[in-house]
């Protein structure tokens, strides 16, 4: 209470562990309504109700890590693994162009080998050349001059924003996993400009848990300040619900995307995944837990969590994610109206996406990239919001670099 309508609010962790309390006892309704209609409130105030579109490349599922909860973790049996072609990926990020989706964001497994780096800057590169281009002829064809007049005017109207390159083509962003410095470096020139590397937790401790060595917590902090100081868009974030996480873990990590100058923030709920030790564990802890009700609770927490941190942190960009819709079908929708201001469409082609089940549940699994893309345009107006996917979407975080 007592913010002006749309102000931000430095909160400590004791506060945010207050709005996380009242919300998982459900003990305070009127509170909760605040907390939504203040963070939409905020959400409008930076981002006017447009809702980024980043549209996801599953590239590949072959992963070298065997994170504990994970449905492509290096010993998942039973699954089939892939690498899509290099000319498919770029296919796709044209598709992506000319359906008005700026952004791709290229998600694989994670794989430390020269051979992996060199077919990722390969695509980067590719999608970078083809899509300027493309975007290049479609301008033209537009106000019917020549590609270099419409290439004269987006540098004109580049150079009247101080900083900022002409936004052409789509803009490249990646999350593919804990890589050296060097590496990051060589992609960032290969023309990627955003990267999303989860923390999964803030708590040291329960990271372990959850990653066998030799992952460690400190090797994947060291990662996001390397991303940043390469030059990147910083994305993180956590999985809500997670066996063996607490309250007080959930406010730190708000603590935790602040204290990194995160600019793009993604949560969602932890979800069961058969085969998976995490899940074992889960099913372990909460022997007679009614799944249900408990997983609508961790929705809850994990839009609650995007509330605080949109209240807390202003002027980042925060996904709706996916998993949330595992959970209740009109999650997304639910979660744009808490704070979330950008969304997902899912356009990896449908024969590799049963293949890069994370989680059980996991929607869109049959769908095309055309219907994710309606879908998710619908989604976005029945809460009032409409798409801004037609724009690069730059957070203003990121104009104050670290
Ligand atoms: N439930 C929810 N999210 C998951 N992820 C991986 N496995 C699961 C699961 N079982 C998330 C992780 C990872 C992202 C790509 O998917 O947070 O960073």
């Known amino acids: 209470g007592g913010l002006a309508p749309g102000a931000t609010a430095d909160l400590d962790k004791e506060q945010v562990l207050g709005v996380l309390e009242a919300v998982w006892r459900r003990g305070d309704l009127n509170l909760e309504r605040a907390l939504y209609s203040h963070?939409?409130?905020?959400?409008?105030?930076?981002?006017?109700?447009?809702?980024?579109?980043?549209?996801?490349?599953e590239f590949s599922n072959i992963c070298q890590n065997d994170c504990s909860y994970c449905g492509i973790r290096n010993n998942q049996k039973d699954v089939w693994r892939?690498?899509?072609?290099?000319?498919?990926?770029?296919?796709?990020?044209?598709?992506?162009?000319?359906?008005?989706?700026?952004?791709?964001?290229?998600?694989?497994?994670?794989?430390?080998?020269?051979?992996?780096?060199?077919?990722?800057?390969?695509?980067v590169r590719a999608i970078r050349e083809q899509t300027t281009k493309l975007d290049l002829e479609?301008?033209?064809?537009?106000?019917?001059?020549?590609?270099?007049?419409?290439?004269?005017?987006?540098?004109?109207?580049?150079?009247?924003?101080?900083?900022?390159?002409?936004?052409?083509?789509?803009?490249?962003?990646l999350s593919v996993g804990e890589l050296p410095m060097e590496q990051y470096q060589r992609l960032f020139r290969a023309g990627a400009r955003r990267y999303l590397i989860r923390i999964e937790t803030s708590n040291p401790d329960l990271y372990a848990a959850l990653h066998p060595e030799p992952m460690s917590w400190h090797t994947r902090v060291e990662c996001l300040r390397n991303l940043?100081?390469?030059g990147y868009m910083l994305g993180t974030g956590v999985m809500v619900g997670l066996p063996g996480q607490t309250l007080h873990d959930l406010a730190g990590d708000v603590m935790f995307f602040r204290d990194i100058k995160a600019d793009m923030i993604g949560m969602g709920p932890f979800i069961t995944q058969p085969g998976t030790p995490a899940t074992d564990k889960w099913t372990a802890l909460y022997p007679n837990a009614n799944k249900n009700s408990h997983m609508k609770s961790m929705f809850d927490l994990t839009t609650a969590m995007n509330a605080l941190v949109r209240i807390t942190m202003g002027n980042v960009n925060i996904s709706a994610t996916t998993a949330l819709q595992a959970i209740i079908p009109t999650g997304r929708e639910i979660a744009l109206e808490r704070g979330a201001n950008v969304v997902m469409p899912i356009l990896t082609p449908t024969q590799y996406r049963e293949s890069y089940q994370l989680y059980e549940g996991k929607p869109c699994i049959t769908d095309t990239a055309v219907q994710c893309r309606r879908c998710l345009d619908m989604r976005l107006h029945s809460v009032g919001k409409t798409s801004a996917a037609g724009v690069w979407g730059d957070p203003a975080s990121f104009l104050h670099p670290i």
């Open 39 to 57: 963070a939409n409130a905020v959400t409008n105030k930076y981002c006017g109700g447009g809702v980024y579109y980043r549209g996801l490349v």
């Open 82 to 123: 892939y690498t899509m072609p290099e000319e498919e990926v770029v296919e796709v990020a044209k598709w992506a162009l000319e359906n008005g989706i700026r952004n791709i964001m290229l998600q694989g497994g994670e794989l430390k080998t020269e051979q992996r780096l060199e077919y990722l800057e390969r695509c």
């Open 138 to 173: 479609m301008r033209a064809r537009a106000a019917s001059t020549t590609t270099a007049e419409a290439a004269a005017a987006a540098q004109a109207d580049a150079e009247s924003k101080p900083g900022q390159e002409p936004e052409l083509g789509v803009v490249v962003s």
């Open 228 to 230: 940043k100081k390469a």
